[in-house]
C-alpha cells in the first residue's frame, strides 16, 4: 500500500520535472489492460458472429473493455434481436478524442471454428475483421501503458453489420465524435489502402407470364429476359469508366434464380449484381445500366408495353463512387484494394480529417474457407497499428 503511494509521487513529481506535463502513470493507473494478443485475438474469434448474430461479441468485447478500466458504451443499431455497436474510451475525453480506431466485429456465413497451430491461426473473420479489432486493442494498450499515449487522446468503436451495407456504421454518426484521424481496420497485408473502389448494388427483377412449355409463344418467359438482360449488363461492364488509380469498373452477377420446372414457361426471375466502381458516379452507372436493361428487353414488349412491364430494375442502396483515403505515413507501402469498407458511412466532421485503412492478413483469404493469420502477421500489426496513431497525434499536435 505504501509503496504504490511512493511510486504514484514519484511519478507525479517527475512529470513536475518535465515541465508541468500530466503524469501519465496517475491518468492510466485505472486501467488494467491486457497486452495477450493471441489470446484476446483467440477469445473474440472463437464466438460466432455472422451479420444479424453480433450480440454475443458484443457483450464479451464490452465487458473485456471494461474490465481493462475502459468506459465503454453499448449503441443499439437494432433492439430485437439485439445489435449494438461497441464505443470505449480510457480517459474522459468522449466524443473530442483526437484519433478514433474502428472495425467491424460481424462476419460473412459460415461460422469455422477456430484453429492454432504452428503459429498459425484460422477460421471465420480471424482476418476480417478480427485480425484487426485484436491488434488494434492491443496497440492502444501498449502505447497507454508506456504513456506515449493520454487516455484523452484516444477512443475505440467497434460497430456491427459492416458486411451488409454498414448500419453500424451509419449509426455511429449519432455518437457526433469529432476525432482529427480515424484509423479502420480491414485486412490490407501490413500496407496502407490509398483508396478503395465504389460500390453499387442491383436487383433484378424478371416479369414473365407462365404457359405449358409446348406452348411458349402463349407465354413470356422470365428467365428469357433475365438472360438477355445479363448479358447486355457483362457487355456494358466493359465499356464502364476506367481509372489509372483503381483499375476497371467490374461487376459480378452473385445471384440468381428463376423459374420452377422445365416444362413450365418460367413466371419469376431474378438477379443481384454487385458493382465495383472504378471511376464515376454511382448515378452515372445506375443511368447506364437502365438504360442497358431497358434496350435488352425490347424484344419482348408487345404494343403498348413499357420495358418496367417485363422488369424491374432496382438499386437497394444509395451506392458511392471510389473512396480515396489517406497514405502518407513514411515507412508504409501503398496500395489500392476492390473491397468495400464502412469508411463512406462515418461522416467527417472535423475539417481535414484524416482516414487510413491498415489491418493483417490479405483480402484474398478473407471470405474465403481458408481464411488465416499468422502470430507474426498479427504483431507486425500491432507495432503498425502503433506507428499510425503515434504520426497521427504527432499531426494533429503541429
Ligand atoms: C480469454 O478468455 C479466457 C476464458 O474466459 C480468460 O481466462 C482470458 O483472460 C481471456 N483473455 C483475454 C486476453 O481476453
Ligand atoms: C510450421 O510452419 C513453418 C513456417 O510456415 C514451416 O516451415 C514448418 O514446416 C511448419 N511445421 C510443421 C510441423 O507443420
Ligand atoms: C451522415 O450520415 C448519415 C447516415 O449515413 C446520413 O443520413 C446523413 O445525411 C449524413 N450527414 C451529412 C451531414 O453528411
Ligand atoms: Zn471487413
Redesign the pocket.
Known amino acids: 500500500m505504501k509503496l504504490s503511494g511512493i511510486c504514484l509521487l514519484l511519478v507525479e513529481a517527475g512529470a513536475q520535472a518535465l515541465g508541468g506535463q500530466e503524469p501519465l502513470r496517475a491518468e492510466t493507473k485505472h486501467l488494467t489492460l491486457t497486452h495477450d494478443l493471441i489470446g484476446l485475438h483467440k477469445n473474440l474469434t472463437s464466438i460466432e458472429s455472422i451479420t444479424g448474430n453480433e450480440k454475443a461479441v458484443g457483450d464479451w468485447l464490452y465487458s473485456s473493455l471494461q474490465l481493462q478500466g475502459y468506459k465503454v458504451e453499448k449503441q443499439y443499431v437494432e433492439k430485437e434481436p439485439a445489435r449494438f455497436n461497441v464505443f470505449a474510451w480510457p480517459g474522459v475525453a468522449r466524443e473530442s478524442a483526437k484519433v478514433l480506431v474502428t472495425s467491424h466485429i460481424d462476419t460473412v456465413p459460415p461460422f469455422y471454428p477456430y484453429k492454432h497451430?504452428?503459429?498459425?491461426i484460422s477460421g471465420r473473420g480471424y482476418v476480417d475483421a478480427k485480425g484487426s479489432v485484436a491488434t488494434q486493442i492491443v496497440a492502444v494498450n501498449n502505447l497507454l501503458s508506456s504513456g506515449k499515449l493520454s487516455p484523452n487522446d484516444i477512443a475505440l468503436l467497434y460497430v456491427v453489420g459492416e458486411e451488409v451495407g454498414g448500419d453500424g456504421m451509419r449509426a455511429a454518426n449519432a455518437l457526433h465524435l469529432t476525432p482529427q484521424t480515424v484509423v479502420f481496420g480491414e485486412p490490407t497485408e501490413g500496407k496502407l489502402a490509398s483508396g478503395h473502389k465504389g460500390n453499387l448494388m442491383v436487383q433484378l427483377t424478371a416479369k414473365g407470364k407462365a404457359a405449358h412449355s409446348g406452348y411458349p409463344w402463349l407465354g413470356r418467359s422470365a428467365n428469357e429476359v433475365l438472360v438477355k438482360t445479363l448479358a447486355a449488363l457483362m457487355e456494358l461492364g466493359a465499356e464502364l469508366p476506367k481509372s489509372d488509380k483503381y483499375g476497371v469498373t467490374t461487376l459480378n452477377i452473385g445471384h440468381m434464380e428463376g423459374g420452377v420446372a422445365s416444362n413450365v414457361v418460367a413466371q419469376d426471375a431474378s438477379a443481384s449484381v454487385a458493382v465495383r466502381i472504378a471511376e464515376g458516379t454511382p448515378s452515372f452507372i445506375k443511368d447506364e445500366i437502365t438504360k442497358a436493361v431497358h434496350k435488352a428487353v425490347e424484344y419482348f414488349l408487345d404494343d403498348g408495353m413499357k420495358a418496367e412491364d417485363v422488369i424491374d430494375v432496382i438499386f437497394p442502396t444509395s451506392g458511392y463512387g471510389p473512396i480515396d483515403i489517406d497514405s502518407d505515413i513514411p515507412g508504409f507501402e501503398a496500395m489500392t484494394v476492390n473491397y468495400g469498407t464502412d469508411i463512406p458511412w462515418l461522416n467527417s466532421t472535423v475539417e481535414g480529417q484524416k482516414r487510413y485503412l491498415y489491418g493483417p492478413g490479405s483480402i484474398l483469404v478473407a471470405h474465403s474457407d481458408h481464411e488465416m493469420l499468422?502470430e507474426a502477421q498479427l504483431e507486425d500489426a500491432v507495432v503498425g497499428y502503433e506507428e499510425i496513431i503515434l504520426h497521427a497525434l504527432a499531426q494533429t499536435s503541429l
Do not use: D, E, G, R
Open positions: 497451430h504452428n503459429k498459425t499468422t
